[in-house]
């Protein structure tokens, strides 16, 4: 969707290395969102944001922090990568009214922790 | 605990036929259901929601049942074609601030020509 980039689409790292994923939007939507994406389990939220450094955590939010100095961005850091952490992250932003709608995501970051 | 469901990890279904694909869920706070279809690397894409307090919405060859007594919802794809094999989610949300989305493990719907 061309409304939402995610960068990088991938990455290799090495485990206990410092990781940012980056998601920028153009839709100036207040909500944005972390997801991971893993075999059997779906999608499931790391943090989330509903304003400039507004943040929460989501269900899977261990090693994981996020920020949001400005509306189009949102940063994914993993402090420091673990072999758990290898996965395909998405970031999906939302307005207020998107019970009908629901999100818009990115394409994804495939990243790998070796 | 996954609060939503799905069941059937695969389905495989032959073109102009019906599709089928199911969710059932725990939480009977959700109030919004949706179902997203995803192509392997891409991200997912919204295909159709309901309400709590309707049991049926249609949007083309797209229809999803809601059966709140069951905790269940069900997406109906007629007739199905190639194009439509992908993974599809369930989700659902829960009324508040952020409207985090729930989501299941998901179902892989290969439509065979």
Redesign the interface.
């Known amino acids: ?1 061309a409304g939402i980039t995610q960068s990088p689409r991938h990455k290799v790292t090495e485990t206990g290395t410092p990781v940012t994923l980056r998601c920028h939007q153009t839709e100036n939507h207040r ?1 944005m ?1 972390w ?1 991971r994406q893993d075999p ?6 790391i943090h ?1 944001s ?1 304003g400039v450094k507004d943040t ?1 955590k ?1 269900e899977v939010s261990d090693g994981y922090s996020v920020s949001r100095s400005k509306t189009e961005d949102f940063l994914l850091t993993l402090e420091s990568a673990t072999s758990s952490q290898t996965s395909v992250y ?1 970031c ?1 932003i ?1 307005e ?1 009214d ?11 970051t495939r990243l790998t922790v070796v | 605990d996954q609060q939503v469901k799905q069941n059937s990890p695969s389905l495989s279904v032959q073109e102009g036929r019906i599709s089928i694909l199911n969710c059932d869920y725990t939480n009977s706070m959700f109030d919004y259901f949706l179902w997203y279809k995803k192509y392997p690397a891409e991200g997912p894409t919204f295909l159709i929601s309901i309400s709590s307090i309707k049991d049926k919405n249609e949007d083309g060859r797209f229809t999803v049942f809601l059966n709140k007594s069951a905790k269940h919802l069900s997406l109906h794809i007629v007739p199905s074609q190639p194009g439509d094999s992908a993974v599809y989610f369930c989700a659902a949300s829960v009324a508040g601030s952020a409207r985090q989305l729930t989501f299941g493990s998901g179902t892989q719907l290969t439509v065979l020509p």
């Open positions: 969707d909500y969102y997801y059997g389990h779906g999608l499931r939220l989330y509903y929460d989501g998405f999906a939302s207020r998107s019970r009908l709608h629901g999100y818009t995501f990115g394409s994804g």
